[in-house]
């Protein structure tokens, strides 16, 4: 897997605990730790705005050369877990004050955020892995610049919608639904499984490895005991697993396993 396979550059190997704390990015925990840069002189600042950054989504070896001259020549970071996006930054030597924007107080930070972009200053908005404001948070910043007329651009990078389509061969160049998470509770699940089985393109899902099993037993139902599923676990990993069949067979597959690991599931398109 290249360089996300060495010690200290996966994602998977960080901190649970989010922080809301603000604070200029340390260095990750490494046997030789990277020299951090001194902070972007003046000069060489992005434009005032905010610029919507993709990250890996597991291996750090993916993150794109644009994204990496965004992160050195903004201002702030807006990142979902500051100690997360550390390892990253430090992993390229990038020095930069980080901002913390999570689920819970994005809404509180959107006045303080475009008052920031109206006084001059570039910001980038990461999460923890792949595209700000797809299932993760970003979208009431990037709504909130937006209607408060400030420059937002987007800097594309790993997803691992995209990366599971690609892998599964369900795609067929046809389009696809992407549902992110079903809900928790099971009725509300059934009636989405519902709702879907009658696309005509695939549809693509994140689920927890806890409640996998029960995901792969009610497709079966809902969608039918022919129908074709990806079971994509740690994308771009040490260990990345792609599995492809029907419910009953990946049931079968994963039966008496300890599954871990992030899930993204495509099941295939009504034939």
Same mark, same amino acid.
Do not use: W
């Given at each position: 897997?290249?360089? !996300? ?9 960080? #901190?649970? &605990?989010? *922080?809301?704390? %603000? +604070?200029? =990015? ?66 390229? !030597? ?9 689920? #819970?107080? &994005?809404? *509180?930070?959107? %006045? +303080?955020? =475009? ?12 999460t923890n892995a792949g595209m700000p404001a797809v299932s993760d948070p970003g979208s009431r910043v990037v709504a909130g610049c937006r209607r408060a007329g400030c420059l937002v651009s987007v800097l594309p990078g790993p997803s691992a919608v995209t990366a599971a389509i690609a892998m599964s061969g369900l795609g ?30 695939? =549809? ?68």
């Open positions: 897997m290249g360089e !996300g396979e060495e010690a200290g550059t996966r994602m998977d190997e960080v #901190f649970e &605990e989010d *922080s809301d704390e %603000d +604070e200029v =990015v340390p260095v990750a925990s490494e046997e030789e730790p990277p020299t951090l840069e001194e902070p972007v002189p003046a000069g060489n600042r992005l434009p005032a705005g905010l610029y919507v950054v993709g990250t890996p989504i597991g291996n750090l070896g993916d993150i794109t050369l644009r994204a990496l001259e965004a992160l050195k020549a903004v201002h702030a970071v807006l990142t979902e877990d500051t100690r997360h996006t550390g390892i990253l930054l430090a992993r390229y !030597g990038i020095r930069v004050h980080l901002l913390s924007c999570h689920k #819970f107080n &994005e809404a *509180s930070r959107v %006045d +303080e955020i =475009v008052s920031r972009i109206h006084s001059g200053q570039a910001l980038a908005l990461v067929f160049g046809n389009g696809f639904i992407f549902e992110g998470f079903l809900p928790r509770k099971s009725g509300g699940r059934r009636r989405r499984l519902e709702a879907l089985a009658a696309a005509e393109t695939p =549809v693509v899902l994140y689920e927890s490895p806890f409640r996998l099993m029960a995901l792969l037993a009610e497709v079966g139902l809902v969608f039918g005991p022919d129908r074709q599923l990806f079971v994509g676990r740690e994308l771009t990993k040490k260990f990345e697993e792609g599995r492809t069949g029907t419910a009953a067979e990946l049931i079968s597959a994963y039966q008496g396993r300890t599954v871990k690991g992030e899930l993204t599931i495509v099941i295939a398109s009504r034939d």
